[in-house]
Nanobody
């Protein structure tokens, strides 16, 4: 069973930056796809960025967010720059190998 734990969320002003981290309980070298989703209040969970054979970003975050993975540390990162109030959401780490796995989420709040 893969366990994922996010960290790095918090409160930031618009225009600021945050870096989210996701630590995995297993060696992530063998996990094909890892990345991030988010869910804002009253909305469905949506893709933010995933890294597998290629890297895909949601249109609203292109040019502002960067997903990366450090296999040696079993960690995936999400660098978020130029944050906007509409980026406010719970951010979830995601992994897909033979099965899908989710972290419990970390709150990101961007004030205007």
């Amino acid at each position: 069973q893969v366990q994922l734990v996010e960290s790095g969320g918090g409160l930031v002003q618009a225009g600021g930056s945050l870096r989210l981290s996701c630590g995995a309980s297993v060696n992530i070298f063998s996990i094909h796809t890892m990345g991030w989703y988010r869910q804002a209040p009253g909305k469905q969970r949506e893709l933010v960025a995933v890294s597998g054979g290629s890297t895909n970003y949601a249109e609203p975050v292109k040019g502002r967010f960067t997903v990366s993975r450090d296999n040696a540390k079993n960690t995936v990162y999400l660098q978020m720059n130029s944050l906007k109030p509409e980026d406010t959401a719970v951010y979830y780490c995601y992994a897909r190998g033979l099965r899908e796995h989710w972290g419990p989420g970390t709150q990101v709040t961007v004030s205007s």
